[in-house]
C-alpha cells in the first residue's frame, strides 16, 4: 500500500502496475487520477467550486458502474456500496484515521452545517416540518459519532458523503452560485476532506486489483 498519496506518487505507481491490471479497473484508475490531477490544479489556484467538482468527477470515475434509468435514481446507493467496498480492503484503518483526524475540523464543520442537509431543504420548501428536519439532524449527527467510537467505517463514510452529495447537488444543478460568499466555508470543509480521501479511495483500489469492480461507464471504444 502507498504511503505517498500524492497525485505523482499515485500516478507513477499506476504507470508501473497497470499492465497487471484489469481493463475495468486500469480505466477507472486512469480517469480518476485524471481529475484528481485537476482538482489539484484548482486547489493550487484557490478556485473552490472547481475543486469540488473535479474531486467529485474524480469519485464518480472510481465508482460508477454501467446502470439504467432505474438504478440511476438510486446514485447514493451504488457510492456507498462502494465505499463500502473500499473500507473491508483498508486492512490498515487509514479511512478511519483520516476520519478521525479530520473529526475536529473539516468532518464536524460538515455535519453541524445544515445547508448540506437536504431535509433542511425539505422543511424550507414546506414538504416536512421543523421538528422532523432538526431531529433527523440531531440523529444524522449522533449516529456519525456512534460509528466514530465503534470504528465503523462504512457507516461514518455514508454519514460524511451523504452531506457532500447534498453540496454536489447544489453545484451541478445550478443551485448555488460561482465563487459566492454563501457557501464558501462548507465547500472549504469539503474540499478539505475530498483532498485526502480521493487519493486514499484510489490507493486501496490499485492494492486491490483482484477484486470485481465492473464495467466502468461509457468504455473506451477500439
Excluded at 8 to 24: I, M, T
Excluded at 179 to 187: F, G
Excluded at 188 to 202: E, G, M, S, V
Aim: with cysteine; net charge neutral; proline share 3%.
Amino acid at each position: 500500500m502507498l504511503t505517498d498519496l500524492s497525485y505523482d506518487a499515485l500516478k507513477s505507481y499506476q504507470r508501473q502496475n497497470r499492465d497487471g491490471f484489469p481493463e475495468n479497473l486500469s480505466l477507472r484508475v486512469h480517469r480518476a487520477l485524471s481529475w484528481l490531477n485537476k482538482a489539484d490544479q484548482a486547489r493550487a489556484a484557490q478556485d473552490t467550486d472547481t475543486e469540488f467538482i473535479y474531486y467529485w468527477i474524480s469519485f464518480n470515475a472510481a465508482y460508477a458502474n454501467e446502470f439504467g434509468e432505474t438504478e440511476r435514481l438510486a446514485e447514493q446507493q451504488h457510492f456507498q456500496a462502494f465505499l463500502s467496498k473500499i473500507a473491508d480492503l483498508d486492512k490498515s484503518n487509514l479511512l478511519y484515521k483520516t476520519i478521525w483526524q479530520q473529526f475536529s475540523g473539516s468532518v464536524r464543520l460538515l455535519m453541524d452545517n445544515q445547508y448540506v442537509y437536504q431535509p433542511f431543504w425539505d422543511y424550507q420548501r414546506g414538504r416536512i416540518s421543523e421538528d422532523d428536519w432538526q431531529q433527523r439532524f440531531n440523529a444524522s449527527k449522533a449516529s456519525l459519532n456512534k460509528a466514530l467510537a465503534e470504528k465503523n467505517v462504512p457507516k461514518a463514510l455514508a454519514c460524511i458523503f451523504g452531506r457532500l452529495y447534498t453540496l454536489r447537488n447544489q453545484l451541478i444543478h445550478g443551485g448555488a452560485t460561482y465563487n459566492s460568499t454563501v457557501n464558501r466555508e462548507q465547500l472549504k470543509d469539503a474540499c478539505n476532506l475530498l483532498n485526502k480521501l480521493i487519493p486514499l479511495i484510489i490507493a486501496l483500489m490499485m492494492s486491490a486489483p483482484e477484486q470485481l469492480w465492473g464495467d466502468a461507464c461509457y468504455p473506451v471504444i477500439k
